[in-house]
């Protein structure tokens, strides 16, 4: 599976490098959904719209920045909970030492450094190679082909499946991962019909040593963008914006990556391949395998995460 990876979040790269158009309609109705709450997407996502020059454009800028407020606000309020939570617990450990007031000042602390951080990143200017990177539930820009024309459109990071409802969601978590042998039977009303490229610079694994779970980073090698295959699915829900999401393929490791101790990897496509890709012949899925089989085949390093 690919647990997290480093991706191109820019989507001005993705109209440079492949001629795609933007989907501001779908960008702006990201924002109108979720109204304040907390958006899980990079930050270099956002940050790709601060340059912001024509009307459709600044319009998401707008949005972004008033749901950047409405963040920045509940932030505040959730440190003025924590600080009273941690006031409190302090008071009691003064007088006596007891279990539930030493916990209460732990969680409370965290969750303390946990908002100073997040109002910092709403703050902040210059990105970090951090700001790049996504994880399940998180959005990220995907590039498909919609009415003859390559786009990209912002997408949640772990697919619903084609008649799935939020709750048979919820009861399977891992469909970020698109198995390569399951690709006919589970995902069998996407695959050939709904596929898509996100660009992916790195990837991170969790992986057991010696009994303790760790987070590996993996680089290709040499350094490269990854047009990574996925598939997509679109969900209408009555009241609210569609639903799109995806998952990454993923198919058995290069020998390097399963001697560091992980089972899956992603699938990087061949730029010359993007073509037929992005445009499926479902009647001709044999020759969907062999774009997956042609794949590039980069030897990825890999390192402990920071």
Known sequence: MCYSAQIEA??????????????????????????????????AMEAAFSNAQSDD???VLA????????????????????????ADAERILET?????????????????DAAVRRLGDLKRTTLKDSDSRIYPGWYAPVMIVEDGRRVVVPMRYRCRLPGWTAAMEREKPGTYNARRNNLRRVWGKLFGHNHGIMVVNRFYENVDRDGANVVLQFDPTP????????????TPIPGEPDLWSFAAITDEPPPEVAAAGHDRCIVPIKPENVEAWLNPDPSN????????????RPYYEHRMAA
Not at 13 to 26: C, N, W
Not at 28 to 33: C, D, F, I, K, S
Not at 64 to 85: H, M, P, V, W
């Open 10 to 43: 820019d989507y001005k790269k993705y109209v440079k490098m492949f001629g795609a158009a933007l989907s501001i309609r779908e960008f702006a109705n990201l924002y109108w959904e979720h109204g304040g709450r907390d958006l899980k997407l990079p930050l």
């Open 57 to 59: 454009e600044k319009r």
């Open 63 to 86: 949005l972004i920045s008033e749901n950047n407020s409405q963040r920045a606000k509940k932030l505040e309020q959730e440190l003025f909970k924590q600080r009273t939570r941690l």
């Open 96 to 112: 006596k030492t007891t279990k539930a007031a030493t916990e209460s000042k732990r969680i409370a602390t965290d969750k303390i």
């Open 223 to 234: 350094a490269q963008q990854m047009l990574v295959a996925c598939l997509w699915s679109r």
């Open 285 to 296: 899925l044999a020759s969907l395998y062999a774009i997956l089989d042609d794949r590039e």
